[in-house]
C-alpha cells in the first residue's frame, strides 16, 4: 500500500491552516438558535447584500460558456470605475486568489513575504503554502506601520511586503508618505484596499508612479459579493501582463463577471448601503463612548476593533449566549480584543443591547 503522507511535499504535511469565519448554520448550532435569527458580525460581510439587479444580469448571463479568459468586459468597467487604463486592471476570484497569484509570481521557496501585524491572516496563510519565509514586523502601539523596522528587511531576500489599508482588523491607514517610503525599497508593495468604498482614501494614484505598487480591491465588502468570489487589482501593465501568464484563465465565473459589472453600473444605490453602515459605525463609536471597561479603535472600514478590560474569551462567549457573533484573534496583541463587523441598524441595536448586559 502507498503511504500517501510520504508523497505530500513536506512543508505542507503539518501547514498551520487559515483560520476561517464560520457559517451562519454553525453559529446558529452552537447557540441553539435557528440561522435567521444569528447576528453575524464576524467577516466583515455587507448584510445589505448585493444590488437587486444582480440576481437577474446572473440569469441573464451565458453559464453554458466559459468566461472570457482576457475579461474584456469586467476590464473595461473596471478601467471606468478606477479612472486607470485597462492594461493595469486583472480581476480575480476575490482579492485572496490574486494574495496567492502574487506570491507564485514573486516569492520562490525560502524567500521572504513581510506584512505588519496584527493584519489578515490571508497573506501569511499563502505564504507558508508557498514555502516562503513569513516575517511579521509588528506594528507600533497605534497599530501603525513602523516603516523603519520594515528597512532593516531590506535585503535580496525579501521580494513583496503586504498592507492593508484599512487594516484588518484594526481599522487605521497607511498615508501616503509612509507608502512613498516603502515604495523606495526593493520589493513589491501591496497595498490592499478591500475597504476601499468605507475609507474613500486610495493610493491607487501612485500606480503609474512605481512599478512596485499592486493596489488589491475587493467587491465583496461594500458591493456585497463576497459568496460569489470577485475582487480585482491595479498595477503596472508588466504585473498584471505575467499574472495572465500564470493565473487560472477560467477562475472568474461569467456570474460573478456580472455582478461586478451591475454593481458598477449601480454603485450609487451600493454606496448608500455603505453610508448606512459608516452611519451606524458612529452609532456603535457613541455607545462604546458611555461603557465603561472597553475601547475601541478609530476605523476607516467597516468594522471596529474593540478592547474589553475583562479580556475578549468571557465577552465572545457572553455575546454568543444572545446570538450575536463578533471575531476574536489568537495573536498575543490582541488578547482582550474582539472585532465586530457593523451591521444594519438593527444588528447594531442588538449588539449594543448584548454588550450591555455582558460588560
Ligand atoms: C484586508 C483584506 N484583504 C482581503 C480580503 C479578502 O477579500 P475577498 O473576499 O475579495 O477575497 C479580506 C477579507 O476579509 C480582507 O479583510
Known amino acids: 500500500m502507498t503511504d500517501i503522507t510520504k508523497l505530500i511535499r513536506s512543508h505542507l504535511s503539518t501547514v498551520e491552516t487559515y483560520a476561517s469565519v464560520d457559517p451562519a448554520e454553525e453559529l446558529a448550532r452552537r447557540a441553539g438558535i435557528s440561522p435567521e435569527e444569528v447576528v453575524k458580525l464576524n467577516g466583515n460581510e455587507n448584510p445589505f447584500g448585493p444590488h437587486p439587479a444582480v440576481a437577474g444580469a446572473i440569469g441573464a448571463s451565458r453559464l453554458h460558456l466559459y468566461p472570457d479568459p482576457n475579461q474584456n468586459a469586467v476590464r473595461k468597467a473596471l478601467a471606468k470605475y478606477t479612472d486607470m487604463p485597462f ?157 495572465i501568464d500564470i493565473k487560472q484563465p477560467y477562475s472568474v465565473s461569467a456570474a460573478a463577471e456580472a455582478a461586478l459589472i451591475t454593481s458598477l453600473e449601480n454603485r450609487d444605490d451600493l454606496m448608500k448601503n455603505v453610508k448606512i453602515i459608516l452611519e451606524q459605525r458612529g452609532r456603535l463609536e457613541a455607545f462604546l463612548d458611555t461603557m465603561d471597561g472597553v475601547k475601541y479603535w478609530p476605523s476607516s472600514a467597516n468594522f471596529l476593533l474593540c478592547e474589553f478590560e475583562q479580556g475578549a474569551g468571557v465577552v465572545f462567549e457572553g455575546l454568543a449566549s444572545h446570538g450575536v457573533f463578533v471575531r476574536m484573534f489568537s495573536h498575543p496583541r490582541l488578547t482582550r480584543h474582539l472585532r465586530a463587523s457593523v451591521g444594519t441598524p438593527d444588528e447594531t441595536g442588538r449588539l449594543m443591547k448584548a454588550l450591555k448586559t455582558v460588560i
Do not use: Q
Open 87 to 243: 492594461e493595469c486592471l486583472l480581476a480575480g476570484a476575490g482579492g485572496d486568489e490574486l494574495i496567492d497569484l502574487l506570491l507564485r509570481l514573486f516569492v520562490e521557496p525560502g524567500e521572504r513575504l513581510l506584512d505588519c501585524d496584527p493584519t489578515f491572516g490571508m497573506y501569511s496563510f499563502c505564504a507558508r503554502v508557498a514555502d516562503a519565509e513569513v516575517v511579521s514586523v509588528p506594528r507600533d502601539e497605534n497599530f501603525d506601520v513602523d516603516t523603519d523596522a520594515v528597512a532593516a528587511f531590506d535585503d535580496e531576500r525579501t521580494k513583496i511586503l503586504f498592507l492593508a489599508s484599512p487594516n484588518n482588523p484594526t481599522g487605521n491607514e497607511l498615508s501616503e508618505a509612509e507608502a512613498r517610503r516603502l515604495l523606495e525599497m526593493d520589493m513589491v508593495l501591496v497595498v490592499d484596499e478591500t475597504y476601499f468604498e468605507f475609507s474613500g482614501n486610495s493610493l491607487a494614484h501612485l500606480v503609474p508612479e512605481y512599478e512596485n505598487l499592486v493596489i488589491l480591491r475587493s467587491m465583496s465588502k461594500w458591493a456585497g459579493l463576497a459568496g460569489l468570489r470577485i475582487g480585482y487589482m491595479i498595477a503596472s501593465p508588466e504585473i498584471v501582463r505575467h499574472l
